[in-house]
């Protein structure tokens, strides 16, 4: 059974950056696509971004295009979500996922995840 543990969340000024982890254990890291969602409060889950099992193909929210990047390491078992230029609106819960098999760009639904961490807190003050 795969698990997931999210950190690196924490309380950051707006403008400033906080990088998030997933390490990944109980199944083969490397052949799994990976993704971040967030949920601020009152506000229900959505995606943020996802890269493909090999590191060659990665989708962003268009709200954080341009400031967070996606990567992983296929020997560490772990994803990275780095955050730049927060803003308050990126406040919220952040989730790591991952799943075995996406199709087209069914990647932007939770219902695709197969597995979720237990999230990690990202406050950003103004």
Request: proline content about 2%.
């Amino acid at each position: 059974q795969l698990q997931l543990e999210e950190s690196g969340g924490g309380l950051v000024q707006a403008g400033g950056s906080l990088r998030l982890s997933c390490a990944a254990a109980g199944r083969t890291f490397s052949t799994l696509n990976m993704g971040w969602f967030r949920q601020a409060p009152g506000k229900e889950r959505e995606f943020v971004a996802c890269m493909s099992w090999n590191g060659v193909t990665a989708y962003y929210a268009d709200s954080v295009k341009g400031r967070f990047t996606i990567s992983r390491d296929n020997v560490k078992n772990t994803v990275y979500l780095r955050m730049n230029s927060l803003e308050p609106e990126d406040t919220a819960v952040y989730y790591c996922a991952a799943v075995d098999k996406i199709s087209g760009s069914n990647y932007y639904y939770i219902r695709t995840w197969d597995y979720w961490g237990q999230g990690t807190q990202v406050t950003v003050s103004s």
